[in-house]
Every structure is written in C-alpha cells, then in structure tokens.
C-alpha cells in the first residue's frame, strides 16, 4: 500500500522560510513517479505549487511561486521536499504531496495523496 507522510509545516512570519518533506513508502520504482506540492488555502480551492519529474531533471512550478520554492527529491531515500523562501501571507494553506505517473504538470491529476501538512505565514 502506498503512502506519502508530510512533515515540516508550521507558523513563519513574512520573509521568512520552511522546508516541507514528503516521505513516500510502497512504492517499488519511486524514481518511475513524478512528485508533486500543492495547497489549499482557506476559502480556496487547491491549486498545484511544482512538480517534479521522477528523475529530477525536470521541475515546474506555479507563477506565484516562482523564484521563491524550489522543489527536489532524493530517490534514494524516497524523499521529495519543498524549500519555501521569502514567505508571503498568501502562502497560508495546508500543503499536500501527491505522486502520479506519467504525466507530471501542476495541472495534472495526481493519483496518491498525503494528509497535508499547515504552513501559515504571518505579517
């Protein structure tokens, strides 16, 4: 059975940062899966942050976002991660991993879903 755990939320003030983990369990090829982060913010409705190709070599990411998160993984550890910089009180939201295969868009229709993790960005 497969299974994404986030971990690394919390409280930051504006400007500043986090690093939300994924860790994923399961799988047979983790490096076969595309990753993803998203978030849902309260009174919105999810919306796709970066995604990550199963070798690494490939990343998209949100345009609100862009500059400020860097997404990776380390197939090794069957890990994804989320760096979060200059923090913005827009970023509030509860954030989700999710795998899928193949197709790898923040647009897409992930297949397996974590429970979240709460970022919430304060002035």
């Known amino acids: 059975q497969v299974q994404l755990v986030e971990s690394g939320g919390g409280s930051v003030q504006a400007g500043g940062s986090l690093r939300l983990s994924c860790a994923a369990s399961?799988?047979?090829?983790?490096?076969?899966?595309?990753m993803g982060w998203f978030r849902q913010g309260p009174g919105k409705e999810r919306e796709g942050v970066a995604t990550i190709s199963g070798s690494g070599g490939l990343t998209r990411y949100a345009d609100s976002v862009k500059g400020r998160f860097t997404i990776s993984r380390d197939n090794a550890k069957k890990m994804a991660y989320l760096q979060m910089n200059n923090l913005k009180p827009e970023d509030t939201a509860m954030y989700y991993c999710?795998?899928?295969?193949?197709?790898?868009?923040?647009?897409?229709?992930?297949?397996?879903w974590g429970q979240g993790t709460q970022v919430t960005v304060s002035l």
């Open positions: 399961g799988y047979r090829d983790y490096s076969y899966y595309c």
């Open positions: 999710a795998a899928n295969s193949p197709a790898c868009y923040i647009e897409s229709d992930f297949g397996a």
